[in-house]
């Protein structure tokens, strides 16, 4: 799996020790609806970047994960 080559607009939001699959919707970045469901592989995938759930940032989401969100509304372009 290539993380640096995730969906564009698409990253892992990590605060407070917890890490959520999110997107850029405009200049407002939205978690999906199963973040939670899809937390633990986001954990997995900031530490294969050298990253940890302690360390509050944005990280590449890979295309894999992006793709399994929920989201309220259908991307927009």
């Given at each position: 799996?290539?993380?640096?080559?995730?969906?564009?607009?698409?990253?892992?939001?990590?605060?407070?020790?917890?890490?959520?699959?999110?997107?850029?919707?405009?200049?407002?970045?939205?978690?999906?609806?199963?973040?939670?469901?899809?937390?633990?592989?986001?954990?997995?995938?900031?530490?294969?970047?050298?990253?940890?759930?302690?360390?509050?940032?944005?990280?590449?989401?890979?295309?894999e994960l992006a793709e399994?969100?929920?989201?309220?509304?259908?991307?927009?372009?």
């Open positions: 799996m290539d993380f640096l080559m995730g969906l564009p607009g698409y990253v892992i939001n990590v605060w407070n020790c917890r890490a959520a699959v999110g997107r850029w919707e405009g200049n407002v970045l939205k978690e999906a609806l199963n973040w939670e469901e899809l937390e633990e592989e986001a954990i997995e995938a900031i530490e294969e970047l050298g990253g940890a759930v302690n360390m509050s940032s944005l990280y590449p989401c890979p295309a399994r969100g929920v989201w309220d509304e259908p991307e927009t372009a």
